[in-house]
């Protein structure tokens, strides 16, 4: 299934966090935070004229930012380019 995000949105892919901490102490799933980090996979064309993001970029975006939807079993986040703080 193909997602064309519109207006000025953006739709991200969440990177996981590790699930232990550099010790090795296991964090459980109920005790960690989402991540607000993730992979563009693809932009609105009104993204593509500013060249602010490209799709491939690591992002690091607003903590309450963005709607999820799912899409072919996986979790994507479609966000507004305002919600993004920073490209990595």
Same mark, same amino acid.
């Given at each position: 299934?193909?997602?064309?995000?519109?207006?000025?949105?953006?739709? #991200?892919?969440?990177? %996981? %966090?590790?699930?232990?901490?550099?010790?090795?102490?296991?964090?459980?799933?109920?005790?960690?935070?989402?991540? #607000?980090?993730?992979?563009?996979?693809?932009?609105?064309?009104?993204?593509?004229?500013?060249?602010?993001?490209?799709?491939?970029?690591?992002?690091?975006?607003?903590?309450?930012?963005?709607?999820?939807?799912?899409?072919?079993?996986?979790?994507? #986040?479609?966000?507004?380019?305002?919600?993004?703080?920073?490209? #990595?």
């Amino acid at each position: 299934m193909t997602f064309k995000p519109l207006g000025k949105r953006v739709l #991200l892919e969440r990177i %996981e %966090e590790p699930t232990t901490t550099a010790s090795g102490i296991i964090i459980p799933d109920n005790a960690k935070e989402k991540p #607000l980090s993730g992979i563009v996979k693809a932009i609105s064309k009104e993204v593509k004229e500013d060249g602010v993001v490209e799709k491939g970029d690591k992002v690091i975006f607003a903590k309450y930012a963005g709607t999820e939807i799912t899409m072919d079993g996986k979790t994507y #986040l479609v966000i507004n380019i305002d919600d993004v703080l920073g490209v #990595l």
